[in-house]
């Protein structure tokens, strides 16, 4: 096989081949770096060290020969976010202060990981402390989405997304506060999934809140999906869909389906008719104050948590600066922005971050679990963001249909009720814009806990989708950018 193909392989195909014989994890892992190599331009990556990679690939093979049990991930590279810690690479979180920071223990995700054989692909560039939706970072450079490489490709966990996208890997290590997995596997036209919080460990991990913080998978397939899902959780892998016929899915066209630019409506509209031909029942639903709820629930916790979580982490992990000196070495201006409206530290409680968490937090979660069980549907079904990607560096508004809608709305709106409640959420690629060529992608949000059933329906679902056409990965994609 050559490199194009290797690079094509999904995770579960590659793994089945090295653990074969058929390929050595030191072949696939050059195939892997060459298109790393060949996707430079595209800024994916902070740091990266081929020949550690192809160092922990010839001790892959070495473990076969011998003889010895296969991990479900044995040999495979996977190229984790860097917010998230490894013990063989700094862990950044985008920031300067962080560049050479380099902690003593793994995060518990990449401890999995290598438990069950795979190798860390280097550690992928993204928002600055995980802190926006672009990608567009003044330490690093801004991350370019390979479909177009004058496009952000979301944020924050664009890195990890780009080269899973651009085929320098088949599955990625994202993380998700407010969007940070779901929006970048929508603009990068990738399957991303944000589990139930808490259903994958997230200790080791820069953070923004426990209460919304979640660490989780892009792909390109969604049985890579469930690879990643089994070896987090330990629960044995499943390959068989649900029937689609009698699924019930909710809609709430008012909240959802409003404001959508023309090309994700057209591409939201033939999946919804391709469901019904299947079977699939559509549901009208009404979440009444859903946006006040969101807007009382979601900014108040993160602005109120980051600072004493983010100090509390420097601390745990024996970082080499304090809160205050990593906060004066912020780059990017919308993240310095950001850092100058949260709430100082202080040992008496606030009591709007009180009222958030405690009450208007648990009302949407209500909301959202008597829309399950009175409309009896299993999940909503929505277009991710309302607009494919957007141009790098036009972060602060978006023309829709000759309307200037703010950046964060036409991002954001979507994805928030559903991280902010705790809910599983997974994104699927539904095919490129006819005008635009960028991804355009859905997304299902299914009740607390119901993330093997969310999968399932996901199996089914991408069935009917159409092929993601790969991007045309080389430097010379970047002219005009």
Known sequence: MDVTELCELSASAAVARMAS????????????????????HLNAFINLDAEQVLAQARSADAHRTAGKPLGPLHGLPVPVKDSINTADYPTTGGTNALRGFRPATDAAAVSLLRQAGAIVLGKTNLHELS?????????????????????????????????????????????????????PAALCGLFGFRPTTGRYPNAGVVPMTALFDQVGPHARCMDDILLFDEVMTGEPAFAAPIPLAGLRLGLD???????????????????????????????????????????????????????????????????????????????SPDVQAALSLCTPISAMPDPTYVMARD?????????????????????LL?????????PIGSDRVVPINGVEVPFATAIGRNILPGSTAGLPGLVMPCGLGQTSGLPISIELDGPAGSDRALLA??????????????????????AGA
């Open 382 to 390: 929505f277009p991710t963001t309302l607009v494919p990607a957007t």
């Open 457 to 478: 329906i996901g199996m089914a679902i991408a069935a009917l989708l159409p092929p993601m056409p790969a991007p045309a990965v080389t430097a010379a994609s970047l």
């Open 359 to 379: 009450h208007h937090r648990r009302t949407l979660q209500q909301l959202l679990a008597n829309c399950f069980a009175d409309h009896r549907i299993s999940a």
């Open 21 to 40: 014989g058929e390929i050595s994890a030191e072949t696939y892992a050059t195939a892997l770096l060459a298109r790393c190599g060949q996707g430079a």
């Open 131 to 183: 802190f926006g939706w672009t990608s567009s970072n003044a330490a690093f450079g801004a991350v370019r989405n390979p479909h177009d490489p004058s496009r952000i490709p979301g944020g924050s966990s664009g890195g990890t997304a780009a080269a899973v996208a651009a085929g320098m890997a088949p599955l990625g290590v994202a993380e998700d506060t407010a969007g940070s997995i779901r929006v």
């Open 253 to 331: 066209l008012a909240f959802f389906f409003s404001s959508l630019d023309p090309e994700v409506a057209e591409a939201t509209a033939g999946i919804i008719a391709v469901l019904e031909a299947a079977g699939v029942v559509i549901v009208d639903v009404q979440l009444s104050g859903l946006q006040a709820l969101v807007d009382a629930a979601s900014v108040p916790v993160i602005f109120h948590d980051f600072l004493p979580s983010l100090s509390a982490y420097l601390a745990a992990h024996d970082a080499p600066v304090s809160l205050t000196e990593l906060a004066a070495q912020v780059a």
